[in-house]
């Protein structure tokens, strides 16, 4: 089985499978709270920023928010699987809970796999009401890097003391590998995942958003050093 069937397979679909446009969806402007319409608007705005500023994966990383809970389920929200950073909407976006199981009427569906390491945030951490996590090819290369992130730059000694690092387990499917992202973590701000890629939290998107543009920054200048 190729890369591309794994995917596939991982989400329960076939390969070819069909994506809506968002465009074309009609607004949950209206039909969901004001505080969950708000946040999908500000987390559609950080995947289109995201895009902007080249660090998306095509569709193979994630962004998330925290929603007010429903009945007193925790829910949040992510990017539909099949759809790229800068088509983004705030209609679009699917509400899933703990498992990354998507809830609510939607065309949609969410890649579980992709949830479990910002659940295992969002459910540690009161703080962590946003999670950011990316794939760019200067952050990966830090990332595999036996001496992670030097303090080479003012980028990077404005992050180095409130970076963890969490060791390569694979593709993340395996919900106890939850606990050791969260003990390896603590209550750091940014967390570089070894030969995989680099994540931040924030009290909002923006907050994760800054912090990821720091980091990058000094992934970036690392990449370049000498």
């Not at 970076?163 to 570089?192: K, Q």
Request: proline fraction near 4%; hydrophobic fraction near 40%; include cysteine.
């Amino acid at each position: 089985m190729n890369a591309q069937a794994e995917r596939a397979e991982a989400v329960g679909q076939t390969m070819g499978f069909s994506v809506p446009d968002p465009q074309s969806l009609p607004s949950l402007k209206g039909k969901v709270s004001e505080e969950e319409w708000r946040l999908r608007c500000e987390l559609a705005a950080t995947y289109r920023l995201a895009a902007l500023y080249g660090w998306d994966d095509m569709i193979f990383t994630h962004i998330s928010v925290r929603c007010p809970d429903e009945g007193g389920k925790e829910r949040f929200l992510i990017n539909p699987y099949g759809v790229f950073f800068d088509e983004m909407t705030a209609t679009s976006l699917v509400k899933v809970d703990v498992d990354g199981q998507v809830v609510g009427e939607t065309p949609y569906f969410s890649n579980p796999a992709g949830f479990t390491i910002h659940s295992a945030l969002h459910m540690s951490r009161q703080d962590a009401h946003a999670v950011l996590h990316l794939h760019t090819p200067y952050g990966v290369a830090v990332s595999a890097q036996q001496g992670g992130l030097k303090r080479y730059t003012q980028f990077a000694m404005i992050v180095h003391d409130d970076v963890a690092y969490h060791g390569y387990e694979g593709i993340a499917t395996d919900h106890d590998e939850r606990e050791r992202i969260v003990a390896d973590m603590g209550n750091h701000g940014f967390l570089i995942l070894r030969n995989h890629g680099t994540l931040t939290v924030g009290a909002n998107c923006a907050t994760a958003f800054l912090r990821m543009y720091f980091l990058e920054q000094a992934c970036i200048c690392a990449g370049n050093w000498g």
